[in-house]
């Protein structure tokens, strides 16, 4: 089992940047895929980016390409998520989560999730 912990969130105006964090427990983070997906109100959760197990393929979503980079810290046990240019469009509760799975965006193939964490761009 893996619990996750995101931070990092906050106010930000737009151009701005942030990193986000999600901590993990347990020894088997880096057996993992990781992903990081956003929840806007009322809008369904949707896919940001996906790193595989050893960080070496990474994939994003069209809307936060070039954008936004994540990476992982397996001796950290920790993910991150760069996100660099914000817009106001960007705001959202931020996720992240595992997977067995490399990539998907599909939600429904991740299995262990956090509790999210706030990120609000300001125009």
């Known amino acids: 089992q893996v619990q996750l912990v995101e931070s990092g969130g906050g106010l930000v105006q737009a151009g701005g940047s942030l990193r986000l964090s999600c901590a993990a427990s347990?020894?088997?983070?880096?057996?993992?895929?990781m992903g990081w997906f956003r929840q806007a109100p009322g809008k369904e959760r949707e896919f940001v980016a996906a790193i595989s197990w050893s960080g070496s393929s990474t994939a994003y979503a069209d809307s936060v390409k070039g954008r936004f980079t994540i990476s992982r810290d397996n001796a950290k046990n920790t993910l991150y998520l760069l996100m660099n240019s914000l817009k106001p469009e960007d705001t959202a509760v931020y996720y992240c989560a595992s997977s067995v799975v490399y990539g998907s965006n599909d939600r429904a193939l991740y299995n262990y999730w956090g509790q999210g964490t706030q990120v609000t761009v300001s125009s």
């Open positions: 347990g020894r088997t983070f880096s057996r993992y895929h």
